[in-house]
């Protein structure tokens, strides 16, 4: 059950910030890397790609971005959504890659190459995101500890 006084608020500000960074980090690896190989295969619309994983990488310097980023999430279902989101994301992009990498002829076409690195990149950066929100909720937690203590 709940043990913690009513006074004591449960925040979840590292898990928070560190997930935001994650999400923002594949998003823009899928755009800045898609629109990549959208622009090697003479796809104007790789420009709109890029564009937006600029402007993913922006996103922090904008002040509503950072009005978000200083305030605390005190729902108490905040890390069950970002783990079972990390975990889709995970599920997702690995299978797609496991598609890839099932093909014996992947490696001959270029294009095809080219896939498999994006998708890999991206299981990679959801995996070291999962990893980097299960430390961030260790921190989160330890705090808590100690404002009971």
């Not at 990498?101 to 991206?122: E, I, K, M, R």
């Amino acid at each position: 059950m709940d043990e913690r006084p009513d006074n004591v608020e449960l925040e979840h500000l590292k898990l928070k910030r560190v997930s935001t960074i994650g999400f923002i980090a594949v998003l823009a690896w899928f755009s800045i890397v898609g629109g990549v190989m959208l622009l090697l295969s003479d796809d104007a619309l790789g420009w709109i790609s890029l564009a937006l994983g600029v402007g993913l990488l922006l996103i922090p310097l904008f002040p509503p971005f950072k009005v978000y980023w200083g305030t605390s999430n005190l729902a108490r279902v905040f890390p069950v959504i970002v783990f079972a989101a990390n975990l889709v994301l995970i599920i997702l992009y690995g299978s797609v890659l496991l598609a890839y990498l099932s093909d014996p002829f992947v490696f001959y076409n270029d294009q095809s190459t080219f896939a498999v690195f994006l998708w890999a990149g991206a299981t990679a950066l959801s995996v070291i995101a999962l990893l980097a929100n299960i430390v961030a909720l260790i921190i989160d937690r330890r705090q808590l500890s100690r404002q009971l203590a």
